[in-house]
């Protein structure tokens, strides 16, 4: 036989392959793949790629740069709009989940405060408050364009000087502080394992998060909203996910190694 078999490409094999990888870790841990969301972040992949992951179903969708995401945003608007006026019927394909009418964008990377107002209104999460002056104007800004922004509070549970993210004793007290802001809603912790060869260095740093998400989660009754709790990247993905990650940002195992410009 000429030609490639229906319904695989490399980005498709790579995408089932971190699914199942997922799927498998979550069991390892008690819980089902649907338990545990893929955030596709997409600093490094091309426009056809981020196209085509869509196509195959995939709703969520990451950032970590605030210039890429509106230009990221603004080209898969477009094709979202292109396909749902040539209707769906032209590139669906059999045995495909549908593609979504919209995607989700997670905002996952640093943010200065005076690009709240660029990013907010294209993300569904911004994943890494990391001060409390950040999620004042985050809240400023949501409360002047009349909304509730949910936000994760990233947590420095390596140490390293060089990352971002609140130590972990003030945690805590950061989450409370965010819970008198109405316009804010603090829906978990966010954290990055520290740079190194080996994956499982990743396991402590992990362990203490999951351990402080917990902690905060059972302090008060009515924090139903506080269940999210995101870590793990391609190295170290299913090491989170063991210790108790239910979302994980996954981009090299997705899309390669390659820069996209
Ligand atoms: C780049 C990035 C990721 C994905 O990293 P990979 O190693 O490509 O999977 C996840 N989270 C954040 C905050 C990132 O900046």
Redesign the pocket.
């Known amino acids: 036989m000429v030609g490639s078999t229906p319904g695989t490409s490399p980005l498709r094999d790579a995408y089932r392959k971190v699914c199942d990888r997922i799927a498998a870790a979550a069991e390892r841990s008690g819980r089902k793949a649907k338990d545990v969301l893929m955030v596709a ?1 997409t ?1 490094n992949a091309t426009p056809d790629q981020i196209r085509g992951l869509v196509e195959m179903g995939h709703i969520d969708l990451g950032e ?1 740069r605030v210039q890429q995401l509106g230009q990221r945003v603004a080209q898969l608007n477009e094709f979202l709009a292109r396909h749902k006026t040539l209707g769906g019927a032209v590139v669906a394909k059999p045995n495909t989940p549908a593609m979504p009418e919209e995607v989700r964008w997670h905002m ?2 640093h943010l200065q405060r005076n690009k709240v107002k660029q990013v907010v209104p294209l993300v569904k999460l911004v994943h890494g408050v990391d001060s409390l002056r950040l999620a004042e104007e985050l809240h400023n800004y949501a409360a002047r364009t009349e909304q509730v922004v949910d936000v994760l509070v990233q947590v420095n549970a390596s140490g390293e000087a060089s990352k971002h993210g609140i130590s972990p004793p003030a945690v805590p007290h950061i989450v409370d502080q965010i819970e008198t802001m109405l316009h804010l809603r603090c829906r978990g912790l966010m954290t ?1 394992a520290p740079h190194t060869d080996n994956p499982e260095d990743a396991r402590g740093p992990f362990a203490r998060t999951a351990e402080l998400f917990n902690e905060i989660r059972g302090e008060k009754v009515g924090r139903d909203g506080f269940n999210i709790l995101s870590m793990g ?3 170290d993905f299913e090491i989170a996910i063991e210790e108790g990650a239910n979302i994980v ?5 997705l899309f390669g190694e390659t820069e996209s410009e």
């Open positions: 972040v600093k970590s996952i990377g990055m990247m391609t190295n940002r996954i981009g090299r195992a």
